[in-house]
T-cell receptor, first 112, second 110 residues
Framework: AQTIHQWPVAEIKAVGSPLSLGCTIK??????LYWYWQATGGTLQQLFY??????VESVVQLNLSASRPKDDQFILSTEKLLLSHSGFYLC???????????FGAGTRLSVL | GDQVEQSPSALSLHEGTGSALRCNFT?????VQWFRKNSRGSLINLFYLASGTKENGRLKSAFDSKERYSTLHIRDAQLEDSGTYFC????????????FGSGTKLTVEP
């Protein structure tokens, strides 16, 4: 059975500090991978997607970057956090064709 | 986002009754998905539709791409159906990008 694991579960970080959030999918080969973000009280927005290892497409510019170093791993990062980066980050996967999305448990980020 | 308008934003039902949630799209969409938020804030997929209708238990969803809307019907609502429901649509220009509605908070009361 496929599993999706996100880490960390929650983070409290200072403005200007670096950030790295991770997502691992097991049990599926070559999934499409996605990062989503929701500000408190806001609508869920797609940030990035990746169809294959090493290739990442940006959807919304939020001074964040993403990488896919392995087939089953998707990383979201920034070197300098802003207050506006606070929120809930969700990783998701799908298979090509019918893009039914399956989400991870999420990471809650507070930037102070 | 702006491409998806979800209504109502909040809905209150008595146990055993039913209602419908609706998403209108500003453009023709390739497919729609419906999700429910779980207790931790993550999303559980309820339906994926490229056309027509699908049913699962007391939930039924419909998608009309030409008329630019999708609905999620809940019948015989139970207390455990309470929660927040979201629709999300992929358009024809890039189906790897999903546009989410703002959610409907459903409260089922005894």
């Amino acid at each position: 059975a496929q599993t999706i694991h996100q880490w960390p579960v929650a983070e409290i970080k200072a403005v200007g500090s670096p950030l790295s959030l991770g997502c691992t999918i097991k049990g599926k080969s070559s999934p499409n991978l996605y990062w989503y973000w929701q500000a408190t009280g806001g609508t869920l927005q797609q940030l990035f997607y990746s169809i294959t290892v090493g290739q990442v497409e940006s959807v919304v510019q939020l001074n964040l970057s993403a990488s896919r170093p392995k087939d089953d791993q998707f990383i979201l990062s920034t070197e300098k956090l802003l207050l506006s980066h606070s929120g809930f980050y969700l990783c998701a996967w799908s298979l090509g064709g019918e893009n039914t999305l399956y989400f991870g448990a999420g990471t809650r980020l507070s930037v102070l | 986002g702006d491409q998806v308008e979800q209504s109502p934003s909040a809905l209150s039902l008595h146990e055993g009754t039913g209602s419908a949630l609706r998403c209108n799209f500003t453009t023709t969409m390739r497919a729609v998905q419906w999700f429910r938020k779980n207790s931790r804030g993550s999303l559980i997929n309820l339906f994926y539709l490229a056309s027509g209708t699908k049913e699962n238990g007391r939930l039924k969803s419909a998608f009309d791409s030409k008329e630019r809307y999708s609905t999620l019907h809940i019948r015989d609502a139970q207390l455990e159906d309470s929660g927040t429901y979201f629709c999300a649509a992929e358009d024809w220009t890039n189906y790897n990008v999903l546009y989410f509605g703002s959610g409907t908070k459903l409260t089922v009361e005894p």
